[in-house]
């Protein structure tokens, strides 16, 4: 094993931000091909990126959540698919870290280990001799073509006749690939389904959902880590709000990268710079892609003062954080929506990278964990003195 000391906040956004240009070069590409370059992911992989929720025993930086946020959000100023999938890895990896010690043994033995996951009950296990048998499909399960694990939710068989829910530590060479992601938005995030048929998981791979939802888990090892006293889905929800950040970011820089010298047609405006109705919609923009970065960075602050002190959370504050990740999609979205509307004709090409922004930010709102709507609902909910609708805190 090896112990690695991780490199300052600073140094991990420098390094997201020097490959910004390629994952740019190479977003055209994962769209054609519905998956993430391979070049991307070495970039990735050779700029540490990957080991941002790796346990330092095993080489990991165990990086705090505000730098999860700002390294994502830079990956996606060049490709939503890029910083959704590494969003993916980075969940899923440090949901490994709640599996007993000997499953994280065997998945981190794998040198730059990608894992991805899905957070959606949809297969049916029943207990076997030494673990269970695995039967259902995971729609949606981004970048599993190109990750070595699974941590899957499923629910497990209990013998009153009901169901518990857990999630599974799967190698993906166990799962049949289901080749069906043909999507109009994150086309490059190759989420495609994935199918277990009889599959046996030993019972050490089968973990308990519940205790993990309240912050209780298997490793001992882990114990002492602050990143790992933070709850599971305020920890979720936090690192997936960063991409919509980083494309509302994005589009702001392709709308100023074509400002010079555009013109507004069928008007005397021969320069787009000079009209009144840009300069209202750029700022109208910035306001919104402020507040998005205000509810990203209000959710990462309180997992990280939280969870050192190992500080309890209150039903508020769970829901708060679903709160902040439905306002940081809606502003995100708002904010590329008026950069979109101001950027012409000529911006549904192909090459122009605003509309591809504008396809993933959308497709990023209806993603039924992110969706504004769902989240502001169970907040109101809270706030009205009602139980929540879900389990999802």
């Known amino acids: 094993m090896e112990t690695t000391q991780a490199p300052p906040r600073s140094e991990l956004v420098r390094r997201a931000s020097e490959l910004v ?3 740019q070069k190479n977003a055209a590409w994962g ?25 330092h025993r095993y080489g990991g930086y ?6 999860v946020v700002d390294v994502i959000a830079e990956v996606a100023r060049g490709d939503g698919s890029t910083s ?35 957070l959606s009950p949809s297969a049916v296990a029943v207990p076997t001799e030494g673990g269970v048998i695995l039967n259902g499909k995971w729609s949606f399960n981004t970048g599993s073509q190109q990750s070595h694990w699974n941590t899957n939710a499923a629910v497990l068989a209990t013998p009153d006749g009901g169901y518990e829910p857990i999630m599974v530590a799967i190698p993906i060479a166990d799962l049949v690939i289901v080749d069906d992601w043909y999507t109009a938005g994150l086309k490059g995030t190759g989420s495609v389904t994935t199918i277990a048929q009889d599959l046996f998981v030993p019972q050490a791979r089968v973990l308990p959902m519940i205790p993990v939802l309240q912050g209780r888990h298997s490793s001992e ?17 936090t690192t997936v709000s960063a991409p919509a950040l980083g494309l509302a970011k994005a589009a702001k820089d392709a709308f100023f990268e074509r400002l010079p010298g555009r013109k507004i047609t069928y008007t005397d405006y021969t320069s787009q710079n000079e009209a009144p109705i840009t300069h209202l919609q750029v700022a109208e923009a910035t306001v919104k892609i402020d507040e998005a970065e205000f509810h990203a960075y209000r959710a990462a602050s309180m997992l990280d003062t939280k969870a050192p002190a ?5 039903l508020e504050e769970r829901a708060r954080v679903r709160l902040d990740l439905g ?14 509307t101001a950027s012409g004709g000529s911006s549904i090409y192909s090459n122009v990278p605003i509309q591809r922004i504008e396809r993933d930010v959308q497709t990023l709102n209806l993603h039924a964990i992110l969706h504004p709507n769902t989240n502001f609902e169970l907040y109101g909910r809270i706030l009205c003195g009602l139980e929540p609708n879900t389990q999802f805190l």
């Open 310 to 314: 190992g500080e309890p959370w209150t």
């Open 62 to 67: 165990e990086s705090d959540m505000r730098t």
């Open 221 to 237: 090892r882990n114990a002492g880590s602050s990143i790992w006293r933070a709850p599971f889905m305020p920890t979720a929800c």
């Open 327 to 340: 306002a940081v999609c809606q502003r995100a979205k708002e904010a590329v929506d008026i950069l979109n």
């Open 21 to 23: 240009p390629l994952f």
């Open 31 to 55: 769209e054609e091909n519905r998956r993430i370059a391979p070049e991307s992911i070495e970039a990735l992989t050779d700029a540490g990126l990957l080991k941002l929720r790796v346990p």
């Open 84 to 118: 959704w999938t590494l969003a993916v890895w980075a969940i899923s990896t440090w949901m490994v870290g709640l599996f007993p010690d000997e499953v994280q043994d065997e998945i981190f033995s794998t040198p730059d280990v990608r894992v991805s996951g899905i």
